[in-house]
């Protein structure tokens, strides 16, 4: 992949710390750099489980049996959960904490937090798309051969 494309992204994220200062001056008690590093940290986890979760969705297997089943985002969002229940990362109280509410951690926050994620990662795959990074085309005849595939081994 090469960087040029991953420029985009990059910039859109790093448009989002000034905006979180316009939001900290407009609230009372909001901390701009822990509100941008919150958004930061948004933004990376959702590049890195698009893109962490391109190989599972791209294997053989996962396209022969489970394309176009609606498989992809639970399988994302339990995995997201999974993994963030682990670390015990809960952004939804990080961000409550950035704008001067003292939360502590909750499974609640931990489920939310999966599921902006899960948002997330497919609004990566779509800017993904736009940059010619991902084309879902050429991922849906190859969902096709091998569907085609398990069909005529099924038949004989």
């Known amino acids: 992949m090469k960087a040029?494309?991953?420029?985009?992204?990059?910039?859109?994220?790093?448009?989002?710390?000034?905006?979180?200062?316009?939001?900290?001056?407009?609230?009372?008690?909001?901390?701009?750099?822990?509100?941008?590093?919150?958004?930061?940290?948004?933004?990376?986890?959702?590049?890195v489980f698009e893109t962490a979760m391109t190989p599972i969705f791209n294997w053989r297997i996962f396209l022969r049996h489970f394309e176009g089943k609606g498989v992809k985002i639970p399988l994302t969002i339990v995995l997201a959960f999974l993994i963030f229940w682990s670390y015990e990362l809960d952004i939804v109280e990080m961000l409550l904490a950035a704008l001067g509410h003292q939360k502590s951690s909750s499974v609640g926050g931990q489920v939310l937090t999966a599921l902006l994620i899960a948002g997330g990662s497919d609004g990566i795959f779509r800017i993904f798309v736009?940059?010619?990074?991902?084309?879902?085309?050429?991922?849906?005849?190859?969902?096709?051969?091998?569907?085609?595939?398990?069909?005529?081994?099924?038949?004989?």
């Open 4 to 47: 040029s494309r991953l420029a985009l992204p990059l910039a859109f994220g790093l448009a989002l710390i000034p905006c979180a200062a316009l939001a900290a001056d407009a609230v009372p008690d909001v901390e701009a750099g822990k509100l941008g590093s919150v958004l930061m940290v948004f933004l990376v986890l959702s590049l």
């Open 130 to 156: 736009k940059l010619g990074i991902r084309d879902p085309e050429d991922r849906k005849k190859k969902a096709e051969q091998e569907q085609s595939m398990k069909r005529s081994r099924e038949g004989k």
